[in-house]
């Protein structure tokens, strides 16, 4: 892959038509397009067979975290609109066993979420969690390559233990914030280079790239970091 086929740049706007302005100053400036909860609730289903069919790459970004019977029939529509990945919960077997069956024999690539970059140990221990976030992050990592998932969701912090760990299996790394930015509500966020340098295969960006004045510079700035890391 190229630096800027690394980029998944998040797509957190309210309404396909805003998504579609933002795709039109990106150009080709990032690899793949992530349609999130408040778009796919609001036509992202269609914009996604839209870009599909233009030759873009897709990440659903679903989160799927129900009975099996619901997961395994939501990832089978979602494989129907062509994209490229969709994000399933990586907390219990039955879950990520539902995914793969709903997958079948389609190109979709399933990626476990772990942990959530804007949790720290405090968030999981109000979930009931006595684990710090690294050691949870590992073992859903292991609970997704055991069921026959592509690859995780997890924060660069955590990138580099299971880069080593795991092989063979995707590392896609949100909460990413250039040097010297507002964190904002993420709470593990690293930079592109440390995310790079940790193992992380692919990088979600949102704010950075979409809420700035020029959208495909700074995509494009990301890139070359991401490609002086790669050095």
Known sequence: MTPKDRIIVALDVPDPDEARALIAKLGDSVGVYKIGLELLFEGGQDLA??????????????????????????????????AHFLTVHATDTKTLDAAVRGRGDSALKLLGVTVLTNLDRADLSEQGIDMPPLALVQERARLAQRAGLDGIVASGKEAAALHERLRNFLIVTPGIRQQGTDTQDQTRAVTPTIAVEAGADYLVVGRPITRADDPRAAAQKIAEEIASAEV
């Open 49 to 82: 067979k839209e870009l599909v069919a233009e030759g873009k790459r897709v990440f659903i970004d679903a989160k799927l975290l129900d009975i099996e019977a619901t997961v395994e029939r939501a990832t089978a529509a979602i494989a129907k609109t062509g």
